[in-house]
């Protein structure tokens, strides 16, 4: 009688253990996440539109049909990266998420306060490896940490009604996503019409 | 030969404990960090960092993206204010008043997360097309068959949850109350 007592404490016990190391590993191991749903139908370091959130075809559960949405799926191993989106009529947001979908950042066309919501992305290293005068000259640069090497951009332009989803999606698909190869970080000019 | 039973089946009661509990709480949800108001569940600490293992667990399970803070914040609601599961087949009306956001989006889903295909391609209202009274409160009728005024349709599935995204709005880690947040009310008003 003991010994089954004993038997179903220490299953009981390891199964705790069990239930903690699964769920802290489950980020790791999953292979339906978001990133892995999202990489075979997107570019790396450029911008795909996503297709409309439809019954049949959606990429992701619980994605906002009112929203035209775009991704850039990120690597900043070969250096930082420049983000232009223009900003739609209604409501345009960047969204930023690490490898393992942490949302890390997150800005909306009124806290950008510009026509243009305009980032560099970097990783802390090659933030720090930035000379300082020129971070001085480019005052108004905004520029976001990104926690991991590979992650997600997602820009999403408002909808707010049916017939106004072609002009959210004009919007977005005039939005870049470039590497920055050449030292001097204004060297390129935009290829977006505005 | 009695002790290697006896581990097998410790063993065995931990597997089926361990990944039992995984399973449940990456299914229903923790209360870590929820904030629910009436009928509506919220985990505003999804969209930052600092986000519990709970909810990680269950973003990367379901392959989602959580809604960033910067961004706006998402409420979930799987019953209606005294409980009962949301039925497809019921008449259900939401309605009241929203807490301050530039736009919200109210859609409707199956359990998984799929929109529910309907002949009208309506999956839902954002705050711009919803038609209101005079006070500014509004009606919108979830339902299978045709209402007037704001009609949602359920193709009449019997199980569906509501999601309600606020965009640009103070709603987030800091709310607590009803009071900072005044959600909409959820009835169900009839069942066949």
Known sequence: MIRLAFTILAGVLLGLVVHLVSVLALPRIATQDAYSRLTPMTKENAVTQLPLADPNTSPMPFMDPAFAQAICRYDLSGGPLKLKVPVSQSYTSVSFYTRNEIAYYAINDRSAGKKVIELDLMTEAQHNALPEDEEVTAADRLIIDSPSATGLIVMKALAAEPGLMTQAQASLATATCTPQTDAPAKAETPRGRR | ?192
């Open chain 2, 1 to 192: 030969m009695r002790l290697i039973i006896i581990t097998l089946t410790a063993l065995l009661l931990a597997t089926v404990v361990g990944v039992g509990a995984t399973w449940m709480t990456t299914t229903r949800g923790t209360d870590i960090g929820a904030l629910t108001i009436g009928a509506w569940t919220a985990r505003p600490r999804t969209g930052t960092a600092d986000v519990d293992p709970y909810s990680r667990a269950t973003i990367v399970r379901n392959g989602e993206l959580p809604i960033g803070t910067g961004d706006g914040v998402a409420f979930t609601a799987t019953a209606d204010d005294r409980k009962k599961a949301l039925d497809g087949r019921c008449d259900v009306v939401v309605s009241g008043v929203t807490p301050p956001a530039r736009f919200w989006t109210l859609t409707l889903y199956d359990r998984k997360g799929h929109l529910v295909a309907n002949s009208l391609q309506r999956y839902g209202f954002t705050s711009q097309e919803i038609v209101r009274q005079s006070d500014g409160s509004f009606e919108i009728h979830i339902a299978s068959r045709s209402r007037s005024g704001n009609w949602l349709p359920t193709g009449g599935i019997e199980r569906y949850a509501l999601m309600f995204r606020l965009y640009d709005t103070p709603v987030g880690v800091a709310t607590r109350t009803q009071r900072d947040a005044p959600m909409p009310q959820i009835a169900t008003v009839g069942c066949p």
